[in-house]
């Protein structure tokens, strides 16, 4: 919701203030409509409903996966195309993959995000609304900044979302801000009071390869980027989750593992291995492969796991956002 144009209604209405909170309440538990909201008056709802739209965002399709994740694609008033997922998982947990941009500026070359048009950032109420078109669905209880986007570029905007998830039943603690290594988010995610988790987008053990498949790193080499992650830990005394794509024959060999085990303290990293999600451009690692190199981090004390994909046969897991409806 734009909630500036609620208040601006809310004054025009010649109502209190606290009108405002008590929709952002609402809305926050689920609402659907004004009409649901008894405790504003009648008129009130009626104007409402009339000149503020509960959505910032519009629905332009959906499509549901056989492990019941939803991808939702949704447009922006000025027609910017974005889109955020529900995963659904077996323990009952309800977890939310946010867009921060449309589209991405970084062109890491395994993502099909990055192969779009980069649109803008998504404000506060575009990204707020997201996460409140499915909270309208079900209860979620966690949200990953890992959709469309490079969060730590737009961090003043996703920072304030954070203050507010909240409401809607995501602590913070299950708050997870994911970035390619731009260093000056990482330091605001350090400096910020809230206990938010970091993951570090790294699909690489060194600056050669990882230059190749994330050009961010030519800016923010690895040095610099595990400089900014020790910050971090030194600031908010939690691990940093690092998320490691599996590309066959490019970043999953035995040498990889070993070199990526020498360069992460096993005290303040845990590692994500993630299953390569089709976008054209690689092939992905075997189970077998994944496995081995699983176990040589294992080996050298790095906490390692493979995830577990969601959303895949929809084009909704990691990599795969490309503001289209599969």
């Not at 970091?198 to 800016?219: K, Q, Y």
């Not at 993630?274 to 492969?289: F, H, K, L, M, V």
Request: proline share 5%; glycine share 6%.
């Amino acid at each position: 919701m734009d909630r500036a144009l609620l208040e601006q209604a809310v004054a025009a209405a010649g109502e209190p203030a606290y009108r405002h909170s008590q929709v952002w309440e609402w809305l926050a538990r689920g609402a659907r409509s004004y009409e649901e909201m008894t405790n504003l008056p009648a008129p009130l709802r009626q104007r409402l409903e009339e000149t503020v739209s509960l959505s910032t965002l519009t629905v332009k399709a959906e499509a549901k996966s056989d492990d019941g994740t939803v991808k939702t694609l949704f447009e922006t008033a000025d027609g910017r195309p974005l889109e955020a997922v529900l995963m659904r998982y077996r323990d009952g947990r309800r977890s939310v993959c946010l867009s921060s941009q449309s589209g991405c500026p970084l062109t890491c070359t395994f993502c099909a995000t990055g192969r779009m048009k980069f649109g803008r950032n998504l404000s506060v109420d575009e990204i707020l609304d997201q996460a409140l078109h499915f909270r309208r669905l079900e209860q979620i209880d966690h949200v990953v900044f890992m959709g469309m986007g490079e969060p730590t570029m737009n961090i003043d905007n996703v920072l304030a979302a954070c203050g507010l998830l909240p409401d809607l039943g995501v602590t913070n603690r299950r708050t997870a801000i994911s970035t390619v290594g731009w260093v000056p988010g990482i330091d605001r995610i350090a400096g910020c009071e809230r206990p938010l988790s970091l993951a570090l987008s790294l699909h690489a053990p060194n600056d050669g390869l990882r230059s190749r498949l994330m050009p961010v790193n030519d800016r923010y080499p690895l040095a610099a980027v595990l400089a900014a992650c020790e910050r971090y830990r030194e600031r908010r005394r939690r691990r940093v989750f690092v998320e490691y794509v599996m590309l066959d024959g490019v970043n999953d060999l035995p040498e990889h593992a070993r070199e990526l085990a020498e360069l992460l303290d096993p005290r303040g990293y845990k590692v994500n291995l993630i299953p390569y999600n089709p976008t054209g451009a690689y092939d992905g690692s075997s189970p077998e492969r994944i496995e081995r190199f699983r176990a040589i981090l294992s080996e050298h004390r790095l906490t390692a796991t493979v995830r577990l994909t969601r959303g895949r046969d929809i084009d909704a897991a990691c990599g795969q956002l490309a503001a289209n409806a599969s």
